[in-house]
């Protein structure tokens, strides 16, 4: 347990042979708010993050989420993503009767684009610029900045090519 409360994880890089934090080590609650305070964007329609750590920051997102809103996650390590479903309550981001979509594995661009075209297509703007976990710039750092990548190619184009209201209000 961490010093503040909640879980506190970390996940070995056998690249770096380091361990790497999933979230704070002193207080994960309270920093996934301060994160959240910083991060959210009233305005956007789409909310884009990379990596899902322990879940404190997509649990605190998807409280604050509005109905016009969609958070959309992306995380290649579905180890990761298991060890949150141990660590904390992440029922608010699977079960929400908001708008959440969740893209996991190898393959989660490309699922992603699919959901891009099929469902944002009236919804292209505003997009907030993509928030990821502190992890991920350094644990599997290529294939997180592969990802961070396409997933900003995919806005640029979706950002672009059509308008800007969003289906849901």
Known sequence: PAR??????????????????????SDPLGEARQNVDALYEENTCVLPGLGFGLGYVPTEMVARLQAHQTLVLYEPNVAIFRVALSAIDIAGVLNSEKHVELFLGDDACLSAEAWW?????????????PFRHGYCAHYRRETYQDYLTHIVQMMRYHATVWGVTCPWE
């Open 4 to 25: 503040g409360g909640g879980l506190y994880g970390q996940i070995w890089d056998v690249m770096t042979q380091k361990w790497i934090a999933l979230c704070a080590s």
């Open 117 to 129: 075209l099929a469902h944002i297509s009236s919804c292209k703007q505003p997009i907030a610029v």
